[in-house]
């Protein structure tokens, strides 16, 4: 048995799998509206990439990706009132990370990492971490439970390369630079460029209001320019977070 | 656009190819044990590709899967106990049903068919739609949800074609010939033929008893005989389902 | 003391009881239409009585039935439009299987069966055992709980004697032959032959569907014929539930 | 067709009889401990007895009772360590209520009460009452709804008859005069005179506690003296609730 | 650190005082209408005030008040149709139980009050406390939780000496002569004894009703007469409760 | 009636108030370890001190301030570890926002504003805003809620001016400079700077992990240095946030 991905492993393989003791990664992605040149599914595409980038490397699992997250929100995501953005109310998100664990715990699995690729997943994950943990930390010794966001672990190094900055608004970057690259390289297929249409950066509100105040978003959806998107600099992003994530889930998990 | 995937689609694909008023599909899967020589993802590939299928002909979008489905039962799925076997308590599962028709409702949708490739998903999605609808209903006239197990119409001459009978214990032909035949057919890739032993028929007791009776579920997690599976019987299955859920559907949407 | 209803004992009867470790028997009913010669508590009737002839073997007691089930569906009980049908949602359900195996398991008891007279309860009651053993097990050692819908036990001659097969479609039955049978039996009074409509079998497509193709389901909530009842085969099906459930149940708490 | 009892009505009967607007009277009992001489079902058998006496007189029908309530609490009805009492939590009772109302507002009713037999019971009614207002009042012009404890509802003139005084305190009656004489009126062979034990009334702290001081508790679950209760008393108890619940509820729902 | 206001510990002088193991009080208010001449927060400022008295003898630190509670009733509060009450639903009440329970346990505390200002919140307090501490009792050794209105232990001198009897009838003092008194001892600035208008008690029926029958309920929402209300008494009436409380939590906690 | 703080009003002097369609603020604070040197409520005292502000302006109503609030989260908060931070499920915190909403528009309130204080309560408050606009849209024409962190309208200048900089990093400001000088500003009487120990700003990793890595996280709950905390930064700052939430209130709610 070779392969790192649990959809694809039988029970025997994936049994003999757990007896190593490795790290299972899921990937909560979202779909999601992701501009007139993205598809639907960027936020499940990307996160299974950086999980299978760094699986290959040794010591991790990748479980089926969760393929609906967390309302999108107008400051980071658009905002619920486009079509195609199909969400989960929080207790439901909630539930399925506790309802992962759990059955993960059974298995005999003790490292457990959520590979977030929509922000407003973020909170309620660890909503689900922490109640998961609360459930079953006495049931399994050396339990370990991880949320992140993949791409907040963008080395320095590859920031300043490619943004000229290290302080990145990774609000704004919703179907942005980074997005699109990931996708030219991952999925050139599903990428429409000549559909861009460049505009001024959104300028959200600081606050979040019912109901939204639709004349703040890009009617595109679209929250910063993309245009300078490149596959090469898509390679150079997932090289990078899967680097640097790794090096993180081995500090976490050692 | 041509795709019916609404997870390849971008946003205004999809909000364009709402306006034609398509019955969208969602899978609804499972990450199940299926024996020492099937995937733990049967339950996600078999549904899609039947929907996809169905799809192809026009009139239908697909939905991403739900990856992950209600608890697995000895009598129809072997039971819990295997690893890999990676459940949703009911009320999570109802809850992305409920989350789900709402969105596709807010998108414009008025058909929505879950279909369902996991027997015990069954009774759940359909409170989930049964809750959905209450809730929708007076918002979307015309809104009508279904809930279907793909297996359920099996063509009858398909049936006896290949088992020799059209009384069949679907609960018993978890990992069995047509579950096989048909990953034949579309993973080939994924099935371990070699590694099938053969037992008989598992006899299962008719009540639930926890904690199971363990002797009672064959220790490879196959309820039934896999041996006579082959790549052309899973075509035949699959072009037969396709044919008979689409006429199935066209009745109940028309 | 010598009484095996619950609801007729006194505590310190109740709590010698328990000393000889019995298992508890909760019948689990609905309040459904069952055709214009029915009376709408016939699955609170029936499971009750199957119950208390198994405890009167000894062993068992039988705890007061839940008068409320699930929703009825139109494949199996004719669907939730008929007047009369009073249902619950399916977390009202689970929650009260919870709620009653703590307090059995409170008072003592090790072995608690629901003894179901609704084929749409039977899910529900499921999840709760499952539920309820997860939060139980550790608490209660020995514990074992079980689910069974009463009439999944017809014995292979019973059947044949008075079906002609052991090939019963029980989604059918509804209202028919054997409930039919069974209440002239035991309550002739609520029983009203001269009101039966000879039609044909129902036929209720393999789906669900919202809002229910209303049309499919036979307008007296009948969905197979009931003429051929007589209270004689009422007694042979009452005695063959009791006699084989008692050996199942006799199997599974040994 | 003449009866009430919705149990014993077929669906064309109980939709016959809907057609007159009558008020449904939903029992809420409990199956809780009554000392060493009532049986457990005495809150189930009380508020169905006045129940029936109120709708003998017409325009009423009476629903199947809830035979498990909420928790006993030590200061009205012992305390939730009795052996046989087997309670809710008050989330599942307060889902019934909503339920049922559903149903019932389905059906056609626009008059439903709640006749609850067990103390502890009203504030969960009252909440599911709330909630189902609040979820059906715009679905069912002049819908109305009521909660109330049938004991409450005892005359003047034979509360001074009986007790020789107006101010009851309903807390100490648990298992009491009250209880015990309308069993000893309805159901005399569910009665075990012979077994009370004489003692002091109990004298429980005014607060509650967890966990409980079972020593304030007295340890036959009898609050108080119960000797005095007597067949004809118990008639007066029943004709006097039945009168003046009548009266009230005509007022109600005129 | 001589304080006992939890708002106003540091976190080490918090944990400090936790190491003197003391009962931590909290008090359960709401927002709610209190006549015309009383402010909202009459439910919060009362039993803050009647803890800070206890508390001020030692052995107890007062935690933030729960600014809302359950909702009014018409017999107790005069409902929830008066502008300006504010209340939660009762699950949302015993979910803020719980999770207060949850969090001073984990702090180490194992004596817990919580002292109720607001009939309405005592038994869905009761209910967080059941769920707390069958949540908590296996982690916590020695844990005891206590739900207590505080105005049920006034000394009976007192209640002779203000109301000229024992029995008094506390669901009709709502906005009467005890709260308007201590609100007049207490905070003065609040309270406009001028607008009071003098009319007959309030006579609500003995059930429940939804919709309210809003005319049973007197239009100023004050139950009873207030108009012999003087700081004086107020004075008495805190040091009556603060007296007895502290009694009775010294006997429940000892 | 010229007060704004709505625990201090008349149910007729607030009732009154509303006619002038104000926006009810909100505050929604926590209980919660501020370091060695502020109480565990100012998280509470902060966004009701600028609430305050605001309202004193005209044309808004300040609620009684929520009290505890989401779990801490170590990298903005320090974490659950610590004694005296007493926290909410996300559930929990959800229904309160869910209950006074709907209350509120009871009343007649179309505009509601939650201020929060508290960094991890926001994606609660935002969920629990979703779902009661979902709930109350259809019966309160014109409704607006509102979800802002106070500290998230620091106007640039007054950044600048304190800080040096307009890029500030709030999760590390938890006990830092902006809330000790608003302490020392507000209620220096619960400020302890003679206990601030200097250390290096913590450093927590960007991922989350349970169990937490405690030794992450300055063990005295103070993630940045707040040496340079004075009153007349706090009056500053208090300045700052009521001048611009004011303006962007105004926007809101224009």
Redesign the interface.
């Known amino acids: 048995m070779t392969s790192f991905r649990?959809?694809?492993?039988?029970?025997?393989d994936?049994?003999e799998a757990?007896a190593q003791d490795p790290v299972i990664l899921v990937p909560v992605g979202a779909?999601e509206?992701?501009?007139?040149?993205?598809?639907?599914?960027v936020d499940?595409i990307l996160p299974t990439a950086v999980c299978e980038g760094v699986a290959a490397r040794g010591g991790y699992l990748v479980?089926?990706?969760?393929?609906?997250g967390y309302?999108s929100?107008p400051r980071s995501g658009g905002g619920?009132h486009?079509?195609?953005?199909?969400?989960?109310?929080?207790?439901?998100l909630?539930?399925?990370v506790?309802?992962?664990t759990r059955?993960?715990v059974?298995?005999?699995a003790r490292g457990i990492a959520f590979i977030v690729g929509h922000t407003?997943n973020?909170?309620?994950v660890?909503?689900g971490?922490?109640?998961?943990?609360r459930e079953n930390?006495r049931l399994a010794e050396g339990?370990?439970?991880?949320?992140?966001g993949y791409w907040?672990?963008l080395p320095a190094e590859t920031a300043s390369a490619i943004f000229g900055t290290t302080?990145i608004d990774w609000d704004m970057e919703h179907a942005g630079i980074m997005e699109t690259s990931m996708m030219l390289h991952l999925r050139p297929d599903?990428v429409?460029m000549e559909?861009l249409v460049e505009h001024a950066p959104s300028r959200v509100?600081?606050?979040?209001?019912?109901?939204y105040?639709i004349d703040a978003v890009p009617s595109d959806?679209v929250l910063n320019t993309a245009g300078a998107a490149t596959a090469e600099k898509g390679k150079q992003f997932l090289d990078a977070y899967v680097r640097s994530l790794a090096a993180?889930l081995g500090?976490?998990f050692k």
């Open positions: 649990m959809a694809e492993m039988t029970w025997p994936y049994h757990l779909t509206q992701h501009g007139p040149h993205l598809p639907l599914s499940v479980a089926p990706p969760l393929a609906y309302k929100m619920q486009f079509p195609g953005t199909t969400s989960l109310d929080a207790a439901s909630v539930a399925q506790k309802d992962l059955e993960f059974r298995h005999g407003e973020l909170w309620h660890s909503e971490c922490d109640l998961a943990y930390a339990l370990r439970i991880l949320n992140v907040q672990f302080q599903l429409h559909r509100p600081g606050y979040e209001l019912w109901p105040d959806g993180a500090d976490a």
